[in-house]
């Protein structure tokens, strides 16, 4: 029971039977949202920020650089600072003015819950409670060694939210409210079911996703193939020249960052995705990028893989890195239309929304603290039906 007298069902019932949600959403100040380029969480959020928009709810986003997205955006940096991924100062400093900002609305216009992308944010959760307001944390990261650590530490502070069962299986012990995949909107990707004689590997140059993996099937192949990916930080940048460039050939090209615009069109037109992670990824936007645009994938098993692709429908997932070139082949018999179709009806950006939301109205119903100072006792139109 609340100090009101009402339970949090009640609570739930009269303050959100189904209403609008006002939702301070949180995403790093690294990367536009969407992002031009390269920005996994930022895709997602763009997604899942429009989709909420839609379904009637009010998003507050915080961030940093352009307003790209229906929510109402409350820029906290100048501008974007790709330069500084990694760097911890950003992270500390975002959190700090993220939790001002927050104080300021919940006191101006009331905020029912914060949804937080960053690393760094979920500090800010006690201070949120006491403003009355719980605190959800999507997980888009591994859940292995410090940062499994670092999660624990939470403890009962945040509600955390798998994109996978994967990683919420890593670590069951921590503190999950959900899981919820993320999502696209198919109708802002090409279908092309005539593919060029090229195989793509799209991500970031490290080890852990395994473009020099890629490069060795394809060679083996004997299909050209297209890198195109991040290799900004220094660790992408050794492992470039230790891994890729010595196996570089005549055939193969490397791309560099692809924008939006170039990213749609690289995987529209492969003959496959290659995927030769050897991590636990977490999700993987690339493969359902490739998918929804008629590209089956060629993967190595690990992370969610086989939670994302169906084996002999969409992809071919391997279990050693030497079955690759014989997948590279056997792909080009699947139907583009069922990559597609897969995609729509599991990773559709409407499926996003709901799925946050139904997580959403969980916690609230669980929360007795009067969802960000704002309850109010019921009427008796709420009370009876009656006006």
């Not at 303050?15 to 301070?24: C, T, Y």
């Not at 009637?56 to 974007?80: C, M, Q, S, Y």
């Not at 993996?213 to 004997?222: P, Q, T, Y």
């Not at 409407?350 to 009067?370: C, P």
Request: hydrophobic letters at 40%.
């Amino acid at each position: 029971m609340s100090p009101t007298g009402f339970s949090s069902s009640d609570l739930y019932s009269i303050e959100h039977n189904g209403g609008p949600l006002r939702i301070a959403m949180v995403v790093p100040p690294y990367f536009d949202v969407p992002p031009k380029a390269y920005g996994g969480v930022e895709a997602v959020v763009a997604e899942l920020v429009d989709s909420l928009c839609e379904r009637g709810h009010h998003v507050t986003l915080f961030g940093a650089g352009e307003a790209g997205t229906k929510a109402n955006f409350v820029p906290l940096w100048d501008r974007i600072v790709p330069e500084r991924l990694g760097d911890p100062f950003p992270e500390v400093v975002h959190a700090l003015r993220v939790r001002r900002a927050i104080e300021r609305l919940a006191d101006t216009e009331g905020i029912d819950l914060v949804h937080d992308h960053t690393f760094a944010g979920p500090l800010n959760a006690p201070a949120y409670a006491n403003l009355g307001l719980p605190t959800v944390v999507t997980v888009h990261g591994p859940v292995q060694d410090d940062c499994y650590r670092y999660y624990r530490e939470l403890g009962g502070e945040c509600s955390l939210i798998a994109i996978s069962d994967r990683q919420r299986e890593l670590a069951p012990d921590l503190g999950w409210a959900g899981r919820v995949h993320n999502a696209l909107r198919p109708d802002q990707w090409p279908f092309q079911p005539e593919k060029d004689n090229y195989a793509l590997f799209l991500g970031r140059f490290s080890m852990d996703k395994g473009p020099h993996l890629a490069l060795d099937a394809a060679h083996e192949a004997g299909i050209p193939l297209i890198l195109a990916g991040k290799c900004s930080e220094p660790p992408e940048i050794a492992y470039f020249e230790e891994y890729v460039r010595p196996r570089l050939t005549a055939d193969d090209h490397v791309f560099g960052l692809a924008d939006a615009t170039a990213k749609r069109k690289l995987l529209a037109g492969a003959r496959c995705l290659l995927f030769p992670i050897r991590w636990e990824e977490p999700f993987g936007m690339v493969m359902i990028e490739a998918m929804v645009c008629g590209t089956p994938v060629v993967a190595l098993r690990g992370g969610a893989v086989s939670e994302v692709l169906i084996d002999g429908v969409t992809a071919r997932i391997c279990e050693d890195p030497a079955e690759l070139p014989a997948a590279i082949h056997e792909v080009a018999t699947y139907d583009p239309a069922a990559c597609r179709e897969h995609v729509e009806a599991n990773f559709g950006a409407d499926t996003l929304g709901r799925g946050y939301e139904q997580v959403y109205r969980e916690i609230l119903a669980r929360t007795t603290i009067g969802y960000g100072g704002a309850f109010a006792m019921p009427s008796v139109a709420a009370t009876t039906g009656r006006a």
